[in-house]
T-cell receptor
Framework: DGGITQSPKYLFRKEGQNVTLSCEQN?????MYWYRQDPGQGLRLIYY???????QKGDIAEGYSVSREKKESFPLTVTSAQKNPTAFYLC???????????FGDGTRLSIL | GIQVEQSPPDLILQEGANSTLRCNFS?????LQWFHQNPWGQLINLFY???GTKQNGRLSATTVATERYSLLYISSSQTTDSGVYFC?????????FGDGTTLTVKP
């Protein structure tokens, strides 16, 4: 089945630790996105990539990093510089930017 | 950047009732989408509707780009319609989401 796979579903981070969230898609989409959702709020854009080997900062990129070495994969690293990382992280993709986005099931990150 | 305002923030309906959700935008609308987030956090794309009207079963959406708003209609609501409804506007890859309307449909 075609779709977007995020892993893990739940992730715990210790103080001072970097963690990486995985996002893989087999939809042959060019564009991929990472969002953060805090309880009771909408989604905020962290990073987006319109094509392989290119990505841009969204509204809340500080403390996060990404790479886009393959079309299918867009991993997000939450660094120790992100002081409040506890949130629900959602990855999305679209055929091209500004076209309908399709989401993975998300990763819930918590601080130990 | 663009501001997205959704109303109402919360809505409680009895099963079978109809409802209208609204999004207002501070700037021009070009790539508007409506999403439904279920209680488990899964986001489903309902409509991609930069202008005009679309229908899908009991749901329909209308965007009036010149007046910078969009409406989502839910008819004959069911308990499975419960969740949070978001609208989002995109420009050159950057998407801005509203804070959502939380819909509760009671049996």
């Amino acid at each position: 089945d075609g779709g977007i796979t995020q892993s893990p579903k739940y992730l715990f981070r210790k103080e001072g630790q970097n963690v990486t969230l995985s996002c893989e898609q087999n939809l042959n989409h060019d564009a991929m996105y990472w969002y953060r959702q805090d309880p009771g709020q909408g989604l905020r854009l962290i990073y987006y990539s319109q094509i392989v080997n290119d990505f841009q900062k969204g509204d809340i990129a500080e403390g996060y990093s990404v790479s886009r070495e393959k079309k299918e994969s867009f991993p997000l690293t939450v660094t120790s510089a992100q002081k409040n990382p506890t949130a629900f992280y959602l990855c999305a993709s679209s055929m091209r930017s500004n076209q309908p986005q399709h989401f993975g099931d998300g990763t819930r990150l918590s601080i130990l | 950047g663009i501001q997205v305002e959704q109303s109402p923030p919360d809505l409680i309906l009895q099963e079978g009732a109809n409802s209208t959700l609204r999004c207002n935008f501070s700037d021009s609308v070009n790539n508007l989408q409506w999403f439904h987030q279920n209680p488990w956090g899964q986001l489903i794309n309902l409509f991609y509707i930069p202008s005009g009207t679309k229908q899908n079963g009991r749901l329909s959406a209308t965007t009036v780009a010149t007046e910078r708003y969009s409406l989502l209609y839910i008819s004959s609501s069911q308990t499975t319609d419960s969740g949070v409804y978001f609208c989002a506007e995109g420009n050159a890859g950057k998407s801005t989401f509203g804070d959502g309307t939380t819909l509760t449909v009671k049996p």
